[in-house]
Each structure stands twice: as structure tokens, then as C-alpha cells.
């Protein structure tokens, strides 16, 4: 298993803005959701291949500059939108570090193509037993 990867706070651009939803007053004031920024592709943080995990992710919350941007508003208070941000960004970038498994081409056994055959042709035949012929 690969080391942890530890991203420090310079990398990381926060904004808080006010939630959406219900709250009440408390909505209208306060400025609870955390709009967090990590730059993929800008990052000396990440090794090259984890970058290029990434950033082939096709994740929409990826820029086409290759920037993640993370909006955190489940909770009431600013500071637990931030833990949950931070949390959120972590498991991306842990997503990263899996290396997929390289796919094994394999082809059908005889049996199996014979099953295969064998049903649609079954299917076939309940099919041809529901058409009426008018002219016979």
C-alpha cells in the first residue's frame, strides 16, 4: 500500500457562502457552506500517476482546468461543513491512489455459447407460436 498523501494548506482554497434550504433566519445571516478548491492538475503535491488518475476521472465536480470543487452545506455550522469538505476531498484523493486492475480478455466456453443459443432459441419458438396466420 502506498504512502498517505498529505495535502497542505497552501494547496487548498476555501470560501464560505450561505447555504441553501431550510434555516430560517439563521440561513439569511450566516455564512455556513464551504466551497472548497484543490488544483489537480497545478498540484506538487501528487505523484504524476495519481494526478493522471484524476484527472481521467469523469467527475463533474472536476474543471476542465483540472481544478476539484467541493460544496459542503449538510451541516449548520461553518466548521463541521469544513471537516466535511476536507473528508470528502481525502477520499477523492484516496481514490487516486487504487490502482485499477488491468482488464483480462477472456473468451465464452462452447457451453456457454451453446446456452446462449439454445434460449433464443426457445425464445424464438414461444415467439412464433403467438403469430396467427390468416391465410393457412
Given at each position: 500500500?502506498?504512502?498517505?498523501?498529505?495535502?497542505?494548506?497552501?494547496?487548498?482554497?476555501?470560501?464560505?457562502v450561505r447555504s441553501a434550504g431550510p434555516g430560517g433566519q439563521n440561513v439569511n445571516k450566516v455564512?455556513?457552506?464551504?466551497?472548497?478548491?484543490?488544483?489537480?492538475?497545478?498540484?506538487?503535491?501528487?505523484?504524476?500517476?495519481?494526478?493522471?488518475?484524476?484527472?481521467?476521472?469523469?467527475?463533474?465536480?472536476?474543471?476542465?482546468?483540472?481544478?476539484?470543487?467541493?460544496?459542503?452545506?449538510?451541516?449548520r455550522t461553518q466548521e463541521r461543513n469544513r471537516e466535511d469538505a476536507r473528508e470528502r476531498l481525502a477520499a477523492f484523493v484516496e481514490a487516486g491512489l487504487h490502482v485499477p486492475k488491468p482488464r483480462v480478455a477472456t473468451r465464452p466456453t462452447r457451453a456457454s455459447k451453446e446456452r446462449r443459443l439454445g434460449a433464443k432459441r426457445e425464445r424464438s419458438t414461444i415467439k412464433r407460436g403467438r403469430t396467427t396466420r390468416e391465410w393457412d
Open positions: 500500500m502506498p504512502a498517505a498523501i498529505v495535502i497542505p494548506e497552501s494547496e487548498i482554497t476555501e470560501r464560505f455564512a455556513t457552506a464551504v466551497e472548497l478548491r484543490f488544483d489537480i492538475a497545478n498540484s506538487p503535491t501528487l505523484p504524476e500517476p495519481v494526478r493522471e488518475r484524476l484527472l481521467a476521472r469523469r467527475d463533474r465536480r472536476v474543471t476542465t482546468e483540472g481544478v476539484l470543487v467541493l460544496s459542503a452545506q449538510r451541516f
